[in-house]
T-cell receptor, first 114, second 109 residues
Framework: KAGVTQTPRYLIKTRGQQVTLSCSPI?????VSWYQQTPGQGLQFLFE???????NKGNFPGRFSGRQFSNSRSEMNVSTLELGDSALYLC?????????????FGPGTRLTVL | AQRVTQPEKLLSVFKGAPVELKCNYS??????LFWYVQYSRQRLQLLLR??SRESIKGFTADLNKGETSFHLKKPFAQEEDSAMYYC???????????FGPGTRLSVLP
């Protein structure tokens, strides 16, 4: 079956702009998590959505938001971009979001903020 | 607060030698611990989790609650084990994982 897909794969934006990233989970998976990966901070959890509801949230400012649609696809939005938002953004999906279920990662979207 | 540390950024061993990747955590509850691996130009993927107590690709990891450690071990390293390894912790329920900084394992011929 198809894996987790993320679009776009690469994105260049300037400070102050906003950006929307998309994640399509594996068919049948209802939980989608988002992570930010940077050389300095490593992999950090942003938020998790399950059945269109945000269930868990990491320690990121309100500029970072997300949503999930009825087909489990998820988007994350970053408003008023800052240079420090340059990172690889990963999403991961799992069947129900419990730790019993393996989460499968997408290839990531690399965001560069100039 | 939950925290995962991996003291080695880079670990180099020769093929056939034993390897141990260290992971320590801090968490007040009952954590679930995982090892994830990322091979070159591949996605991050689950290697093993402590609750299943399984051995994957010859790797094992034992949760030591007294020492708050979850070290990854393999008795005989192979060149194809070269990759980035991340230790991760999750609460009893939910997918909000805390990842360690990662250790790059390089297995030399």
């Amino acid at each position: 079956k198809a894996g987790v897909t993320q679009t776009p794969r690469y994105l260049i934006k300037t400070r102050g702009q906003q950006v929307t990233l998309s994640c399509s989970p594996i068919s049948g998976h209802r939980s989608v998590s988002w992570y930010q990966q940077t050389p300095g901070q490593g992999l950090q959890f942003l938020f998790e959505y399950f059945s269109e509801t945000q269930r868990n949230k990491g320690n990121f400012p309100g500029r970072f938001s997300g949503r999930q649609f009825s087909n489990s696809r998820s988007e994350m939005n970053v408003s008023t971009l800052e240079l420090g938002d340059s990172a690889l953004y990963l999403c991961a999906s799992s069947i129900s979001g419990t730790t019993n279920n393996e989460q499968f990662f997408g290839p990531g979207t690399r965001l560069t903020v100039l | 607060a939950q925290r995962v540390t991996q003291p080695e950024k880079l670990l180099s061993v020769f093929k056939g030698a034993p390897v141990e990747l260290k992971c320590n955590y801090s968490y007040s509850g009952s954590p679930e611990l995982f090892w994830y691996v990322q091979y070159s130009r591949q996605r991050l993927q689950l290697l093993l989790r402590h609750i299943s107590r399984e051995s994957i690709k010859g790797f094992t990891a034992d949760l030591n609650k007294g020492e708050t450690s979850f070290h990854l071990k393999k008795p005989f390293a192979q060149e194809e084990d070269s990759a980035m390894y991340y230790c991760a912790l999750a609460r009893e329920w939910g997918q909000n994982f805390v990842f360690g900084p990662g250790t790059r394992l390089s297995v030399l011929p």
